[in-house]
């Protein structure tokens, strides 16, 4: 959206709608070049509205005729400035008809109606309603829908809306319509239709309360052979939310439609989630196993909506993680369900801490800060973030800690029971747990108000005399933009202490038996907590299964360490602890590097890294992610002046030591960990799948003759993607003699796979041999499309965020690269290009020369005249 002077929304100056909307008839007629759309609005004035007048949003809309109570309405009745339609003088009761038209095939934004593939799709969340007609297009407006589709009969055969389909047939004039209504009110940005040529896999499915659903999976003709696992993980869904939460579908129809042009990775339209086809299609041949748990997690995400988001909904967009913070939750809880092991649960809490660390803490730390509930915004697209999300879905997590299981379904059924069909703030939430538990929670709500990471800093003393052990805990939190000062956080640590032997001493707290792992509740900028019949020195395991989204500042010792990476009975600060001694060796040697000096890794931690991969005791799966360094990007995280080639020929240097000192070893798992058979997404197997190539990853970093023929091997033989991903990028990344002509033939064999051509394409924008003229070339490559988000992302995403030492180049030349693509994407596309401008959201954090350059990029971007609201948001915080 291009807006003149981009404004500042405030939270504080929320008003309730001046009118509300019972019912809305919509009537399309759709036609790519001229789609008319006739609206019919019966509105009511809000009691509770402090302002006079209709207010309706429009953006980019030919008004054709706008009636009121059956009158004609002429300029001087009305006025459209900016995004709003305003009728000053109207009486209580209302019926509005508006008649707009639209051309979608110019649509480039995907917000909105648009054309894809010559196919009609619609995206409205947050604000895309008000470009499809005028209308109330906020959140707490609720109504009901009734919806006639009109289109000719063979580009479009398929027909579809929310709701119910109540009727449909021919117009004889090669045109058909179909009607739909559904019953339940709901926003406007929940609104969606598609007109297209599609087929589907649909089959009827008996809820809980006995009522059948039709459930279908609708994609291109060619597709029906990828749509399995997204229908199983659609029933899986439903199952699950009736075990957990006693929350059933309410509709007799549930719709689920791929769409390979999309923003973001699916939206939960009632009763017709559409979903890029990234998170809808796959089978073995074409899918990786990431690719797979991504589809579980988003189905259930768009499913779980349902209820957190459609039948309770948010009262303005600044309560955006009411709904978002809440379904990851439920999404990371119905993953881990569908895993069902402890040590399943504990790496996919593992993933949710690496993607914390990864995006959201530096989030939390840089220009773009802002608070779980946001307190101002210029454009609501930049704040579906991983704060708002992830970090969201963390503050939900939080209250289950606190609350126990139990008490956490308490409050979520009070939740229900309070607001269901209603707009609501997070403060309800809170509100409803605080309630159903009887706690108080007024100090939890700064995990709403107060943005940036808390540090928690302990400090342990024990008394062999007194058979004491004392940890004192003191919080503090960074400044953040708009916020120099904070007040303490609600913190729940859980808490345990390992003896000598690695085993859990008995916690004795005030006399009682708090059994091995103690939630302790961190208040106080600083508090100390005493634990008695403590028989000698224990280790303490701090933060268990990452109890909240801070960083832990505990003196451990390397000794402490290696005793907690092969002993702690909490997987998560098992794994942690591997983590600590990991992130203290790589900046060790990204000093050594920047220094000039001989890099060298200790066989102490190389042996602890051989005891865990030999260990057959544990989950492939926790084994692989044990083994996994920090990232660079985390590493660059960690330091004061960020040099990116230092981190990554460190970090490369510690991947070749391990790959030739633990060749035998990882040879041996390598062989012990293939999968033969028949392909299963399942767990197990792909834990073994996961940790056999990343240890020929570690194997390729220190490759010679015989390892560039396993992976070549693995790239010919392999019987399913994820193999043959992780063959050709080991190819790759070691510059194998194989790997120019693997790349060509993965592209020939999957020349019809868009979504293969986007993995194509992401391997070799992450690869260290890919610099800027390279990606340059692959830009210029036949199947490369800007206009496709998918395909941006996997090469210009990929290479600016996934490649650093080549996006960092001394000459600058990545930056002069960004902006370019920044400002040609805004044009079509400002919601990506907006994605993509957070690319420089760290630059102070570099060294000056790199600085410089970075922010010369910024302000080039930002002076480039008609920016759209969202990048102009990005720089210009960027450069405050
Ligand atoms: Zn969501």
Redesign the pocket.
Known sequence: MRTDTPQTIYRKDYTPPTYLVDTVELGFDLDPERTIVASRLVMVRNPDSVRNGIELHGVNLQLVALRMNGRLLHAGDYDISGDILRIPAAPDDVTLEIETLTAPVKNTTLNGLYVSNGNFFTQCEAEGFRSITYFPDRPDVMAKFTVMLRADKSKYPVLLSNGNLVEEGDLGDGRHYAKWEDPFKKPSYLFALVAAKLVCQEETFRLKDGRNALLQVWVEDGNLDKTDYAMQSLKNSIRWDEERFGLELDLDRFMIVAVSDFNMGAM?NKGLNIFNTKFVLANPRVATDVDYAGIEAVVG??YF?NWT?NRVTCRDWFQLSL??GL??FRDQEFSADMIGTDTGRAVTRIEQVRTLRQAQFPEDAGPMAHPVRPDSFVEINNFYTVTV?EKGAEVVRMYQTLLGRDGFRKGMDLYFERHDEQAVECDDFRAAMADANGRDLAQFERWYSQAGTPVVTATGRYDAAAGTFELTLSQSCPATPGQPSKLPFHIPVALGLLGADGKDLALIVDGANAGTTAVLELMKPKQTFRFTGVKEEPTPSILRDFSAPVVLNYPYTDAQLLHLFSHDSDPVNRWEAGQRLAMARLLKMTAAVGAGDKLALDDTFIDAMRKILADESLDSAFRENALLLPSESMVAEQMEVVDPQAIHLARQAMRKTIGSALRKDLLAQYEANQTPGEYSPDAISAGKRGLKNLALAYLSAAPDDAIYALAQRQFDLAGNMTDRVAALTALIHSAAPGAADALERFYAEFDNEALVIDKWFAIQAAAPVTDVAAVRALMRHPAFNLKNPNRARSLLFNFCNGNPAQFHAPDGSGYAFWAEQVTTLDALNPQVASRLARSMDRWRRYAPALQAQMKQALQKVSGSGKLSSDVGEVVSKALT
Do not use: D, F
């Open positions: 939960e995400h768009e909506h988001g709904k978002e379904t990851v999300y």
